[in-house]
């Protein structure tokens, strides 16, 4: 079986590198931290693993919005070979490859056009924006699983996972790019109480493909029962958290999908 590979890309302010790294190696993948400049000078290439992960932080301190920096850096910032790592990031969707971006990377994904990207050619069509409260938030939620073509989300139906998070406000461009994330299903997760005031209580989008999953919430801070707040009051019986389940999810896929 071939050992499945994850790249998880961090510098720049983004902080939860280690925590999404640890995640993909209890799902039984090879995870390499690596750094966005690694990339960007032909050190690293992407196209060596099967996951990307844009983790959370605050990728250049979310001046003028968040991931709005890293976005343009990543869509603009040629590389050695004369293309951009969005161009490289197309090719690897199109190579049947994932990506995962998480809170500051959900963010990133969006404002690449990469979410959701219904017109495919990576337009920009929602935004994450400031919570209705005009607050940071850091809390517990608990979200409702609603799309099964993505194999991140397979099996999965409810799960309770820690919201960190000022700028989480899913907003739509139009009404035609709302009815199509419904019609398709793309609105994968959806919070049971809204926190933050998005439409459609979003918490996460997958592309058209499946291949490309963003979230708000923190799946790789639930990796263990004894991290929800209500440990000791859970039955569990394997001590496992509800968050390690989008990673599991993938990596099996992946393997499963090599064998075949």
Not at 76 to 86: D, F, H, I
Not at 197 to 226: K, N, R, S
């Amino acid at each position: 079986m071939k050992e499945v590979k994850a790249i998880v890309l961090t510098g720049f302010g983004i902080n939860c590198e280690e925590e999404v790294a640890a995640a993909f190696r209890l799902a039984g993948a090879n995870a390499e931290i690596v750094h966005l400049n690694d990339v960007f000078a032909g050190v690293k290439n992407i196209h060596d693993y099967d996951i990307a992960a844009f983790p959370g932080g605050f990728s250049f301190g979310d001046d003028i919005a968040s991931g709005k920096v890293l976005a343009n850096k990543i869509k603009y910032k040629k590389l050695k070979n004369g293309t951009t790592l969005l161009d490289e990031l197309l090719l690897f969707i199109s190579e049947k490859k994932y990506i995962i971006g998480i809170c500051n990377g959900f963010q990133v994904l969006t404002r690449l056009g990469l979410l959701p990207n219904i017109s495919g050619n990576c337009v920009q069509e929602v935004t994450l924006a400031h919570n209705d409260s005009g607050q940071f938030i850091d809390n517990w939620i608990t979200v409702t699983v609603s799309n099964n073509i993505s194999p991140f989300l397979t099996g999965m139906n409810e799960v309770d996972l820690p919201i960190r998070h000022g700028e989480g406000k899913l907003l739509i461009a139009n009404e035609h790019i709302r009815e199509e994330i419904i019609s398709r299903k793309l609105n994968c997760l959806t919070y049971v109480d809204n926190p933050n005031g998005a439409e459609l209580d979003c918490a996460g989008l997958i592309d058209v493909t499946g291949q490309v999953l963003g979230m708000m919430p923190h799946p790789e801070a639930f990796l263990t029962a004894y991290n929800h707040p209500d440990w000791n009051r859970r039955k569990s019986t394997d001590g496992e958290g509800g968050g390690l389940a989008f990673f599991r999810n993938i990596v099996e896929h992946i393997a499963q999908k090599e064998v075949v």
